[in-house]
């Protein structure tokens, strides 16, 4: 397995793919939502922006400042948007998708002005100057916008073009994203197998503890505020599924931070959130039946 391929070819083209998906299956009017819909989406908003990047500050610092590259790997995975994939399980878990949909499309433009900012700060408090790394970013945004909203926008305007095709090219298109991303995943691990072990039983808890306070958070606060169960859960489990594809490829691609270790974090995270969202999923679910069922 080249790892060179990996990094610069596979990283790019995986998370390409996945907002190409993510375009097709928005259209304008999601953003007017903002207008439609404010209390759920500054909620949402708050959850995925501001929550979550706290959570991930805070849990680097409790469990993992012994280990300043799977610190600083938390926290870039903490910035990163919200992964296209909660669309999906948002739609199994009956929730609004239309909410879902919205809340990817603002976290994803918002963060990427952040990441460089934020990702940066880390790398000060855990591994200071001498470490002599970080991002340049002017470059980093620029770099982020091409692998990540210029895809996007190509899939919207597919979508606005020829309705009929992204239609049906959506599932494809989704099931060709989960491939990449497992590819992603085991190349991840493949770079890192030497320390692996080591590194998951470490990175573990804390991706765990992220992804359940990040889940549970988003369920309680719009609960909180009295929003609707269907928005409960699209927020819960927007605030938790996170595009790891992308924190992995700024922590190990030659042309952000060049550091597979860094990506440790956002390969395991992205392996417990399917786990967790399977089991929240399940729950509802379950739940849901259980109220339609007649009394006996």
């Known amino acids: 397995m080249n790892v060179g391929i990996i990094s610069t070819v596979l990283l790019p083209l995986a998370l390409a793919i996945i907002m190409f998906g993510l375009g097709l299956s928005l259209k304008i009017n999601d953003f007017k939502r903002i207008f439609q819909y404010p209390k759920a989406v500054v909620t949402g ?28 790997g938390l926290v870039i995975l903490a910035m990163c948007p919200g992964g296209p994939t909660a669309n999906l399980i948002t739609h199994l878990a009956n929730g609004d998708t239309a909410l879902c949909i919205s809340l990817t499309a603002i976290s994803s433009i918002v963060k990427i002005f952040t990441i460089p900012l934020m990702v940066n700060f880390a790398i000060q408090k855990y591994m200071g100057t001498a470490a002599g790394l970080q991002l ?27 309705a009929g095709f992204a239609q049906a090219a959506q599932k494809p298109v989704k099931i060709l994203s989960a ?26 808890p804390a991706a765990l503890l992220l992804n359940i306070s990040g889940m549970a958070l988003g369920y309680f606060i719009p609960q909180l505020l009295k929003l609707p169960v269907t928005q409960r859960i699209t927020i819960s489990i927007e605030t938790s599924i996170q595009n790891g594809t992308l924190a992995i490829a700024i922590a190990s691609s030659p042309l952000m931070l ?22 929240f999923v399940g729950f509802l679910n379950r739940k849901r039946k259980a109220a339609e069922s007649p009394a006996k």
């Open 45 to 72: 908003s708050f959850t995925q922006l501001v929550l979550l990047p706290v959570l991930g500050f805070g849990i680097a610092a409790m469990l993992l400042s012994h280990s300043p590259e799977l610190a600083i």
């Open 136 to 162: 340049d970013v002017v470059s980093s945004i620029i770099k982020i916008i091409t692998i990540t909203l210029v895809p996007a926008a190509l899939g919207m305007l597919v979508k606005a073009r020829f």
């Open 179 to 204: 491939v990449f991303l497992v590819l992603v995943i085991v190349a991840a691990i493949f770079q890192e197998r030497a320390t692996i072990a080591r590194s998951f039983s470490i990175a573990g």
């Open 258 to 279: 060049n550091n597979s270790t860094m990506a440790i974090p956002a390969v395991v995270y992205s392996i417990i959130m399917f786990i967790t969202a399977g089991i």
